[in-house]
């Protein structure tokens, strides 16, 4: 009974709490500094049982450096002077492995003030410490990393925005030592602009309230040269999410700016070289009518039958015209600057641009443009569409290499809420401007990189991979929105969708006129095939001149429908650069499978090399480069004939 009840006074709970303790060692020493008890976290931590370790002076748990210089005695003389003792430091099992150690020593007293022991509480803090000491290495290791960087300005500004740290690439970009700039404000950097804007101020607000800012714009050196910077800034908080200050990124973008836009102007400028072969063709075609009309109109003169002037005048003035409506095509699609948005009638716009894209295309691809009637207004920069336009054309055109369709198609789309998500646009009425080639197509993972600026399928030289990208930009920021439908081997079609103008201007519709061939005539037949008119009636003048019966054709597969029948044809004069899939040399080669002794004079405004083929004409194929004078012409037409 009695020793139930001393199990249960106070003092006894308080020991049985002590000897279970596990994370702590918890022992006392009488005044010489003797263990007179053990707990169960000190036998965890030191090794001792309490049969070997009680009545054994604590100093043993020190390292032989800490007893040579006597520590043990001063922990023990600063308990009972100071009324503690705290430290760190290693302690030692019983087994010699040593311990980084929390060691508290309190004096214990008994009521009188007597000095009757000590009370010394031990943690084990090894893990702890090797984490810590992971941490300050980690941290001076990020700390030399970032020291080290300097392709990018990295530094941290104080809550109110002041400089608190710099690194390499901030001296290097700014021009600033850490002495010069530590506790500036960082609105130093912005410009005066601004400054004025309170863009700093805003910077941060937005920084802390949304947990990131991120903007480019114009940053300022200390000898007050400008850069052109992109520029992150980040909050930084502690565990409870109060805000210490900001981690702020910035990096110098100048000179890629510079080059961005020297590439963007490039692709234009790769564009019109991409027309420049078909517009050299188009103009020696045009001055040709302009000469042939000229000349057609002196030897009349010279018959004295000047009432025939007219219709040399009407095909000369014809072909001025055309000339000039080319000239402004051209200098419109390459100019630089950017002109304001407004109505546009895209069927007009489809209509003014065929010619160009035809010759762009060449004369392997046939080209159809098929306007919708009552198509919508939009509101959009004409000359930006004409170069998305073209832009998508020649995209079409790579992907036909050994030659295809290209048709471009306009029409007015009502664009749902499911369609709308589908599209990424915002449900409404929208001008789609279709391209389809019939070439390659395109695999999944090439649709889903096609906009991305600088990507590019093409051989390294041959395309700056910014064409559909732009097409993008202009289609995102004229409110619409362009879609690529695609697969391997079924060919391509792009389309641009604009957002329909509120005050539609009426679509009118421009008439296509078509020229009707000659009858022939008697003695030698030439057949001349030529898609431009003027070009073709004055060879037919020329011809009819030397007596020579003349059958017109205005393309190639109208052409060859003539070589194929039992047409007598002792001469095939021919354009190289025709329409509708087929040009001179091919209409040439296909009469010779019946015709072998066709005799052939090409006629062309391209290179003359475009219709040798393997460095040579083959037998009785002759060829004249625009452009050329009537006299010659007749003379030459002469001379093969005879031959």
């Known amino acids: 009974m009695a020793q139930s009840e001393r199990a249960s006074t106070p003092s006894s709970k308080f020991e049985l709490l002590v000897q279970s303790v596990t994370d702590y060692a918890i022992y006392m020493l009488d005044l010489e500094g003797r263990v007179t008890s053990w707990n169960a976290g000190a036998r965890r931590y030191k090794g001792y049982e309490a049969e070997e370790i009680i009545g054994q002076h604590f100093s043993r748990f020190y390292t032989p450096e800490e007893r040579e210089q006597e520590i043990p005695r001063i922990a023990l003389e600063t308990a009972a002077r100071e009324g503690r003792f705290e430290a760190h430091g290693w302690r030692v099992r019983k087994d010699g492995s040593r311990f980084w150690a929390n060691v508290v020593i309190d004096p214990i007293r008994d009521p009188s003030g007597t000095l009757v022991g000590f009370a010394k509480i031990t943690r084990d803090l090894t893990e702890r410490r090797a984490a810590e000491m992971e941490l300050r290495a980690s941290e001076e290791r990020f700390r030399l990393l970032v020291q080290s960087v300097t392709d990018y300005a990295i530094y941290m500004l104080d809550p109110d925005g002041r400089v608190s740290s710099w690194n390499a690439g901030a001296e290097r970009f700014k021009g600033y030592a850490a002495d010069e700039i530590m506790g500036e404000h960082f609105s ?22 949304e947990g990131r800012f991120e903007a480019e714009g114009w940053r300022v050196r200390k000898d007050g040269a400008r850069f052109w910077a992109s520029v992150i800034i980040d909050p930084i908080r502690n565990e409870d999410g109060e805000l210490l200050g900001f981690a702020k990124v910035t990096r110098d973008l100048t000179e890629k700016r510079a080059i961005e836009e020297q590439l963007r102007q490039s692709q234009k400028m790769e564009a019109v070289g991409q027309l420049t072969g078909g517009i050299a063709h188009d103009f020696n075609n045009l001055l040709t009518g302009i000469s042939g009309s000229l000349e057609m109109m002196q030897i009349r003169m010279a018959q004295g039958r000047s009432a025939e002037f007219d219709r040399y005048f009407i095909a000369a003035q014809g072909a001025v015209r055309r000339a000039s409506a080319l000239t402004h095509r051209l200098l419109a699609f390459s100019r630089r600057q950017t002109l304001d948005p407004k109505p546009a009638n895209v069927n007009r716009l489809l209509t003014d641009i065929e010619e160009l894209v035809r010759r762009t295309m060449g004369p392997g691809i046939a080209v159809e443009v098929v306007g919708a009637s009552g198509v919508w207004t939009t509101l959009v920069d004409t000359n930006q569409l004409e170069n998305a336009i073209l832009n998508l054309c020649i995209n079409g055109r790579d992907a036909m290499p050994d030659g295809g369709k290209l048709t471009i198609e306009a029409s007015n789309k009502w664009i749902d809420e499911r369609a709308g998500r589908r599209h990424d646009l915002p449900p409404g009425q929208y001008v789609a401007i279709c391209v389809t080639d019939t070439g390659t197509g395109m695999a999944p993972e090439v649709i889903a990189k096609a906009f991305d600026p600088f990507f590019t399928t093409k051989p390294l030289g041959e395309g700056t991979g910014l064409g559909l990208s732009m097409v993008y930009g202009f289609a995102r920021q004229s409110g619409g929105q362009v879609r690529i439908y695609s697969e391997l081997g079924q060919g391509t079609t792009m389309c641009i969708y604009l957002p329909r103008h509120d005050e539609d201007s009426p679509v009118v519709e421009e008439p296509i006129h078509r020229t009707a061939a000659a009858a022939a005539g008697e003695g030698e037949v030439v057949l001349v095939i030529d898609d431009e008119p003027t070009i073709r009636m004055l060879i037919a003048e020329v011809l009819s001149e030397l007596g020579y019966a003349v059958i017109e054709a205005p393309d190639g597969p109208a052409g060859l429908k003539v070589l194929e029948s039992n047409a007598r044809i002792d001469l095939l004069i021919t354009d190289v650069g025709l329409p509708e899939g087929m040009n001179g040399r091919q209409v040439a080669d296909a009469a010779r499978v019946n015709r072998p002794n066709l005799k052939v004079l090409f006629i062309t405004g391209y290179a003359e090399n475009a219709i040798i083929s393997r460095g040579r004409l083959d037998n009785g194929m002759f060829v004249m480069t625009k452009p050329f004078q ?12 005879e031959k």
Do not use: K, S, V
Request: negative net charge.
């Open 188 to 209: 130093r950097f912005y410009t005066e602009e601004d400054r004025q804007a309170e863009i700093p101020r805003i910077a941060l607000e937005t920084a802390r309230r």
């Open 630 to 641: 009537m006299e010659m012409l007749a003379d030459r037409i002469r001379e093969i004939i």
